[in-house]
T-cell receptor, first 114, second 115 residues
Framework: AQSVTQLDSHVSVSEGTPVLLRCNYS??????LFWYVQHPNKGLQLLLK??????LVKGINGFEAEFKKSETSFHLTKPSAHMSDAAEYFC????????????FGSGTRLSIRP | NAGVTQTPKFQVLKTGQSMTLQCAQD?????MYWYRQDPGMGLRLIYY???????DKGEVPNGYNVSRLNKREFSLRLESAAPSQTSVYFC??????????????FGPGTRLTVL
């Protein structure tokens, strides 16, 4: 069985400080892992994805995530937050060949304080 | 190149009314999906189409039907709308379900309210 847990429903940071959005997963198979971002009243956009090629994955807008199999985690980080990063972020786990095994986390809303 | 488009953007229905949500993609993708998004619940898969000519149920299919009209278009129909179907609906497409780390591309969403 697969599951994904985003540990914080809301994170608030000051502009220019680091961002950490936490995601833990559970999967019976080798998973693919994704982070998507959703700006207000918009669709979802891919930030980055893990495909087993490298454990540290770099994405768009300065975000990166590290796959840690021993901790079953795929946390999203950014060294310095920008006001435009304010959005909802979703961690997603999937297994090849089964759409029914694409599981979205419940989302983390990131707020940026000036 | 518009990506994934959805119509309408907003819709208000009365209980029992029917409607069809339209979705089209211009990326020549094989797979298409319909999700609903409710507060605090992430996205839940309603139906998907792995390839043209096939459709399958997702996590929450009850009360919905779909049609994969051709490779580009995938519609979602509510035959008799209920207030529990008030939600934001997203269509997505991907190159091919089954590929490693197949990335989904999302439309802008349809905000549906059922009174």
């Amino acid at each position: 069985a697969q599951s994904v847990t985003q540990l914080d429903s809301h994170v608030s940071v000051s502009e220019g400080t680091p961002v950490l959005l936490r995601c833990n997963y559970s999967s019976s198979y080798s998973p693919s892992l994704f982070w998507y971002v959703q700006h207000p009243n918009k669709g979802l956009q891919l930030l980055l994805k893990y495909t087993s090629a490298a454990t540290l994955v770099k994405g768009i807008n300065g975000f990166e995530a590290e796959f840690k199999k021993s901790e079953t985690s795929f946390h999203l980080t950014k060294p310095s937050a920008h006001m435009s990063d304010a959005a909802e972020y979703f961690c997603v786990v999937s297994v090849r060949s089964s759409a029914s095994k694409i599981i979205f986390g419940s989302g983390t809303r990131l707020s940026i304080r000036p | 190149n518009a990506g994934v488009t959805q119509t309408p953007k907003f819709q208000v229905l009365k209980t029992g009314q029917s409607m069809t949500l339209q979705c089209a993609q211009d990326m020549n993708h094989n797979s298409m999906y319909w999700y609903r998004q409710d507060p605090g619940m992430g996205l839940r898969l309603i139906y998907y189409s792995a390839s043209e000519g096939t459709t399958d149920k997702g996590e929450v299919p009850n009360g919905y039907n779909v049609s994969r009209l051709n490779k580009r278009e995938f519609s979602l129909r509510l035959e008799s709308a209920a207030p529990s179907q008030t939600s934001v609906y997203f269509c997505a497409s991907s190159e091919a379900l089954g590929r490693d780390a197949d990335t989904q591309y999302f439309g802008p969403g349809t905000r549906l309210t059922v009174l």
